[in-house]
C-alpha cells in the first residue's frame, strides 16, 4: 500500500519527504520492524519511542508518524499532534476496513466480560453462525486459536485480526473492551452493532486514580454512537445512569425493573437453572455454570443475540452448550469427596460474588486460597481479605503475579483485612506450595476456591513469565 493512500486516513499537520513510498506493515515496536514499515512515534507515560526512531530506521522502516520533526532523519516523516492516536485509523486503512464487513459486538465492566462473549459464541454457534471470540483467555475462530496478551489487543495486531477473521469467514465477533483500551482509544473508529456493560467495580485504581475517573473511562463505550444498540445492567450503579443516558438502551437485572430478568432461579454445584423472561418470551434456562453472577451473564448474552434476531429456544440451547468458561468459577476437580474450584476473582467484587454463591452451596467447609498482583491497585489488597474472611471458613494466603514487589509485602497488606476478623487463616508464599497445603486439608462436603489467576498460563515474577497454571497444579498433586 502506498504511504499516501494510508495517510487518507491519518490527522497530520505536516509531511516531510516523498508519500509515494510503499508500505509493507506497520509497527509501534522498534525492535520488531521489518522493511517496508512505518513506525508511529509518540510521548507515552513512561516512554517517549522518538528515541526509538533511528533502530525503527535502521531495522528498516521507510516511514514514520511522530509528534515532532527529526533532525537528520532518513525515513519519510508525518507530523501529527496525536501519535498514539493516528495509530487505530491507520491500521484499519492498512487492513481494507475488515471491521467494516464483521458485525462486532463489545462487551466492556470490571466482571463477567470473559463469559459473556463465550456465551455468546455458543449461542450464535446453535444459530449456525460463524463468530470469533477476543478477550482475556485468547483469541478464538474457525478452529484458530492466538494465545492471549492483553485483553483488547493493541490496533495493528486487532485490525490484522480482523482481517484475517474476514478471511476465514467470520460474520459475528464478540470482543471484551476494557477500560485501558477505551482510555487509549483502541477501538478508535470501530461501531458496534450493540455494546454490553455489565459493572463497574473496583479496579484499576493504580492506573486511574479513583473509582469516578474509571467509571467515567467504561461509559466511553457509549459514547458519540459507538454502539448502535446498548445493553446494560440496571442492577448496577453505574448501569442505572447509563440507562438513563444511552438511548433505547436494553436493561437486563434481578433486583430492579429491568426488560430481561430471571425469576425462580435454582442454583447448585453442577448449575444454575432459571426462567428467563426476554422481554416478555418466557423460556426456562439451564446453565452448566454455577452462581447467580452467570445468571446475569447469561440474562445479557441474551439480550445481545435477541437484537439479531435469534429466537429464545435457540438462546437457549446456545447458553446450555458452555460447558466451563477456562478459569471462570471453573470446577477442577474432586477429592476426598470435596470440590475444589478456580476462579479467575482478583477484585472485590469478584472475589465476593464467587464466595457468596459456594457459600450458598457448601455443605462443609469452604476454603478460599488466593494473593493479589504487585505493581497493581494496592487498595483493594485490604478489601479482598476483608472479603475472604467474611465468606471463607479458612483462608490460605498467597502469591498470584507478584512482578516487581516482594510477595511477602503484598501478603502482609492482605492480612491486614483477614486480622480484623478473627478468622483462621495462614499465609504460604509459595503457590504451588499453598495449593498442596489447601487440597491436604479437605474432606467430605468441603469447597476449596483457587482465587486470582484463573485461566492464566503462567506466573509473573520480576519481569519474566513462568509456565504457571492453577488447574495443571491442581490436577498434578491430586493425581488427575
Request: proline share 2%.
Amino acid at each position: 500500500m502506498k504511504l499516501n493512500e494510508l495517510l487518507n486516513s491519518v490527522n497530520y499537520d505536516k509531511i516531510n519527504g516523498n508519500t509515494e513510498v510503499e508500505i509493507s506493515g506497520l509497527c509501534t515496536d522498534s525492535r520488531l520492524v521489518k522493511r517496508g514499515d512505518l513506525f508511529f512515534a509518540y510521548k507515552g507515560g513512561k516512554h517517549d519511542s522518538h528515541g526509538d526512531i533511528s533502530e525503527a530506521i535502521n531495522g528498516g522502516a521507510v516511514a514514520v508518524i511522530c509528534e515532532r520533526p527529526i533532525e537528520g532523519c532518513a525515513a519519510v516523516q508525518i507530523i501529527t499532534r496525536d501519535g498514539r492516536g493516528q495509530i487505530a485509523p491507520a491500521a484499519r486503512a492498512f487492513y481494507g476496513y475488515a471491521d467494516k464487513k464483521l458485525k462486532l459486538v463489545a462487551v466492556t465492566g470490571t466482571n463477567g466480560k470473559t463469559t459473556i462473549t463465550h456465551m455468546l459464541a455458543g449461542i450464535f454457534k446453535a444459530a449456525g453462525k460463524s463468530a470469533g471470540v477476543i478477550g482475556t483467555l485468547g483469541i478464538e475462530y474457525c478452529g484458530k486459536f492466538i494465545a492471549p496478551e492483553l485483553t483488547t489487543p493493541d490496533p495493528i495486531f486487532l485490525h490484522s485480526v480482523f482481517a484475517d477473521m474476514l478471511a476465514a469467514g467470520v460474520e459475528y465477533v464478540f470482543m471484551e473492551v476494557s477500560a485501558h483500551a477505551l482510555y487509549f482509544d483502541k477501538i478508535n473508529g470501530l461501531t458496534f452493532e450493540a455494546g454490553i456493560f455489565t459493572n463497574c467495580t473496583q479496579d484499576h485504581l493504580d492506573f486511574f486514580g479513583n473509582m469516578k475517573d474509571y467509571a467515567r473511562c467504561k461509559k466511553l463505550l457509549f459514547k458519540d454512537g459507538r454502539c448502535k444498540r446498548a445493553v446494560i445492567n440496571s442492577d448496577d450503579r453505574l448501569g442505572v445512569e447509563l440507562i438513563s443516558e444511552v438511548r433505547g438502551a436494553i436493561s437486563y437485572g434481578i433486583e430492579n425493573p429491568a426488560d430481561v430478568f430471571a425469576v425462580d432461579i435454582h442454583e447448585n454445584l453442577d448449575g444454575t437453572a432459571f426462567v428467563l423472561n426476554l422481554s416478555d418470551e418466557l423460556y426456562e434456562i439451564k446453565l452448566c455454570l454455577p452462581a447467580i453472577h452467570n445468571v446475569y451473564n447469561a440474562m445479557a448474552a441474551a439480550a445481545c443475540a435477541k437484537i439479531f434476531g435469534i429466537k429464545i429456544n435457540v438462546i437457549a440451547k446456545g447458553l446450555n452448550s458452555v460447558k466451563s468458561v477456562a478459569g471462570r468459577l471453573e470446577h477442577v476437580a474432586k477429592y476426598n469427596g470435596a470440590d475444589i474450584f478456580v476462579d479467575f476473582a482478583h477484585t472485590p467484587d469478584g472475589l465476593e460474588k464467587s464466595l457468596q454463591a459456594l457459600k450458598k452451596l457448601c455443605k462443609g467447609r469452604l476454603f478460599c486460597l488466593f494473593g493479589c498482583g504487585g505493581n497493581r491497585d494496592r487498595t483493594k489488597r485490604p478489601v479482598m481479605g476483608a472479603v475472604a474472611a467474611k465468606y471463607a471458613d479458612f483462608i490460605i494466603i498467597t502469591s498470584d503475579n507478584p512482578r516487581y514487589e516482594d510477595p511477602y509485602d503484598i501478603i502482609t497488606e492482605i492480612e491486614q483485612g483477614v486480622k480484623l476478623s478473627g478468622k483462621a487463616y495462614v499465609t504460604v508464599s509459595e503457590r504451588d506450595i499453598a495449593t498442596e497445603y489447601a487440597i491436604g486439608l479437605l474432606s467430605a462436603d468441603d469447597i476449596l476456591l483457587v482465587a486470582g489467576k484463573g485461566g492464566e498460563q503462567y506466573q509473573e515474577i520480576a519481569g519474566i513469565k513462568h509456565s504457571y497454571n492453577d488447574n495443571t497444579i491442581i490436577k498434578n498433586i491430586i493425581g488427575g
